[in-house]
């Protein structure tokens, strides 16, 4: 986290697990113990103040009965981030050419 304040995508999965959790009714506490983690950590990861990690993540979606892709849905393209697939990933370039047999250097 910056001065700036916590990252865009962080608030925005934030936003999307407090507003699974308080659709579904369920408390902070109730998801932490579902997870392993204190309700003031569920906190922090709805406020976008600390990251959730990837199994975290997972362990939400499954306690809410979602995807984990459904916390990036709506993403808001407008908050300094691309949207998905606007920028060319790694595995889109094309393979630099080999010169000669690459296990002979």
Known sequence: MDDEGPDPIDRH????IRGRRVGLRVSQTKLGQAIGVTFQQIQKYESGTNRVGASNLFKIAQALGVDVSFFFQAMDVDAGHPAPGAV???ADQP???????PMNS
């Open 95 to 101: 393979p630099a050419p080999f010169h000669g047999n």
């Open 13 to 16: 999965v934030g936003t999307r």
């Open 88 to 90: 060319a990933g790694l």
